[in-house]
């Protein structure tokens, strides 16, 4: 017998108990996340396939699986996925949503920091909007790189400290904001406090750093400018020269990190 899922009704009740002072717009927000996250998925693989290659038959870890929708959508597409999470109630959720929508993954409870993977193990690994959650981001981008075989790449996203609407809370500056007056300015606006997503802020070169702490030998992709506008195809030439990634001006940070 098929499963079947309501993950908008999922939604309304993981985040209404877990966000308790969130804004009518926050919750909005996480709900609509959530009932698009395999679309979502379906656009990453895209991505893939233009920038990093196919998915079928490749070994991928999801950091951070949520609801499932990505790891959904890479397995629907042919690849062997692996996912991990800190939240047994999201796991529950996931197995249930990829059950729903016939997609078999492996998901495991994980405590946050080492991953119970061996070394050298997945093609790819994914940690979309996963990093800014977590306490220790520098270890679990070290241990990130150590499951990855050789030449294998890290897919990572979070949003950038620097563009002005914070992407979670929906307010204005408040990436900007040491944490007392975030604290302070979030209550004034009535969003949900930062320690309720575990929330943190980092810039392009807060990952560089993580990066070269992780003693991992790595390389970034940059994007194929076929097809740029002259203006940006200079701009992106000039911050390559200089060993700057195009996605420091972006609303999320996004890296393509190559293991050597």
């Known amino acids: 017998m098929s499963q079947t899922i309501n993950i908008k009704e999922e939604a309304q009740k993981y985040f209404a108990g877990h966000y308790p002072a969130a804004s009518r717009l926050e919750l909005e927000k996480q709900i609509y996340d959530w009932e698009n996250k395999i679309q979502d998925g379906e656009k990453l693989i895209e991505f893939f396939l233009d920038r990093l290659g196919t998915v079928k038959d490749k070994r991928i870890l999801d950091v951070g699986f949520g609801s499932g929708g990505i790891a959904i959508a890479f397995n629907r597409a042919g690849a062997i996925m692996s996912g991990v999470d800190v939240d047994p ?15 078999g993954i492996d998901f495991k409870i994980y405590n946050g920091s080492k991953l119970p993977y061996d070394d050298d193990y997945f093609d790819y690994v994914i940690c979309a909007s996963v990093l800014e959650h977590v306490s220790q981001p520098a270890e679990l981008l070290k241990e990130m790189l150590r499951v990855l075989k050789p030449e294998g790449k890290l897919f990572l996203s979070l949003p950038n400290k620097y563009y002005p609407k914070e992407t979670h809370t929906l ?3 408040v990436s900007y904001l040491p944490p007392d007056l975030a604290s302070w300015y979030l209550k004034i606006l009535k969003r949900s406090p930062l320690e309720y997503d575990n929330l943190h802020f980092y810039s392009y070169f807060d990952i560089i750093k993580m990066l070269e702490k992780s003693l991992y030998a790595y390389k970034l992709h940059y994007k194929n400018m076929t097809g740029s506008s002259p203006i940006k195809k200079a701009v992106m030439i000039a911050l390559k020269k200089i060993n700057i990634h195009y996605t420091i001006f972006l609303k999320q940070l996004i890296f393509i990190i190559e293991k050597k």
């Open 89 to 103: 109630e999201l796991k529950n959720i996931a197995e249930r949503n990829a059950a729903a929508n016939g997609a």
């Open 171 to 173: 307010a204005y500056f």
